[in-house]
Nanobody
Framework: QFLPVESGGGSVQAGGSLHLACAVS????????MGWFRQAPGKEREEISC????????YYSDPVKGRFKISRDNAKDTIYLQMDFLTPEDTGIYYC????????????????????WGVGTQVTVSS
């Protein structure tokens, strides 16, 4: 049973940056895709990025493309999310997940149905 734990959230002003981390215990995640999601107040949770297990290929949702960068360190069973040029629309709870049902990232909205989830970290961006 994997247990992801997010960290690095906080409050910043618009235009600022945050660096999130997600460390996973309970086994090695080397062969699984992992991703970041967020849920804004009053909205559904949305996927924002996925990173493949071995070749590091990734994709991003349109709202964060060009501003966020996902990376992973398999030796540490950890993924990261560098978030730059933050706007108030980026406010929300950020979750990471281990996709147990696939062996690659496919941007079709069908991933992470069988997954291990963290409890999230709050990101607040003020104008």
């Amino acid at each position: 049973q994997f247990l992801p734990v997010e960290s690095g959230g906080g409050s910043v002003q618009a235009g600022g940056s945050l660096h999130l981390a997600c460390a996973v215990s309970g086994g090695t995640v080397e062969k699984y895709p992992m991703g970041w999601f967020r849920q804004a107040p009053g909205k559904e949770r949305e996927e924002i990025s996925c990173i493949a297990s071995k070749d590091g290929r990734s994709y991003y949702s349109d709202p964060v493309k060009g501003r966020f960068k996902i990376s992973r360190d398999n030796a540490k069973d950890t993924i990261y999310l560098q978030m730059d040029f933050l706007t108030p629309e980026d406010t929300g709870i950020y979750y990471c997940a281990v996709d147990l049902g696939r062996d690659r990232c496919i941007n079709d909205g069908q991933g992470f149905f069988t997954a291990s989830w963290g409890v999230g970290t709050q990101v607040t961006v003020s104008s």
